[in-house]
């Protein structure tokens, strides 16, 4: 599936209108927490920043046939714990861009970064993000009961983990 896609390093020039555009699109963002902050380049600019020398992950998600910025996945690493927990924002939906960005984001991390665990998280109603995680093997670990309001709803948060047992 990653023949899809590939995962290139996260650069300035990725920091395009119509990325910040992907931010500021309410539907796209529905579920993330991104839906309360108002993007600008230079909101983009910082968080790009807060990754370069950092042990953490972000890279954009590029269609190998179009060569088409499509999205972005990012790894938080815990390297005391080698834990990482994976964020992804595809704007593009149903192409199969999320589950093959995922996919490849868990190899890199289980094979050359050798994080032990990875860990992520969604609201209970993003449907999508839920079949990735249960395509890609990963195992319910927890619900915390109620924790977000999306749309003036009480929704719970799910709580997905997969472990390398290859280390």
């Known amino acids: 599936m990653s023949r899809k896609i590939k995962l290139v390093k996260f650069r300035r020039q990725h920091i395009t209108p119509q990325y910040i555009g992907w931010l500021n699109d309410s539907e796209l963002v529905q579920y993330s927490e991104q839906r309360h902050h108002k993007h600008t380049y230079e909101t983009c600019l910082e968080y790009y920043k807060s990754f370069v020398g950092s042990s953490n992950l972000f890279y954009a998600v590029i269609d190998r046939d179009s060569n088409e910025h499509v999205g972005n996945i990012n790894a938080i690493i815990d390297t005391y714990n080698s834990i990482a927990d994976i964020g992804i924002l595809i704007a593009k939906g149903n192409h ?67 472990f390398n047992d290859n280390i």
């Open 96 to 162: 199969g861009y999320g589950f093959a960005a995922w996919s490849k984001m868990i190899e890199i991390l289980f094979n050359e970064k050798k994080v032990r665990k990875i860990t992520a998280g969604t609201m209970a109603i993003n449907d999508s993000m839920i079949k990735i995680f249960k395509k890609s093997k990963m195992q319910k670990e927890y619900v915390k009961k109620r924790h977000f309001l999306c749309d003036k709803k009480e929704v719970d948060l799910l709580g997905y983990c997969i």
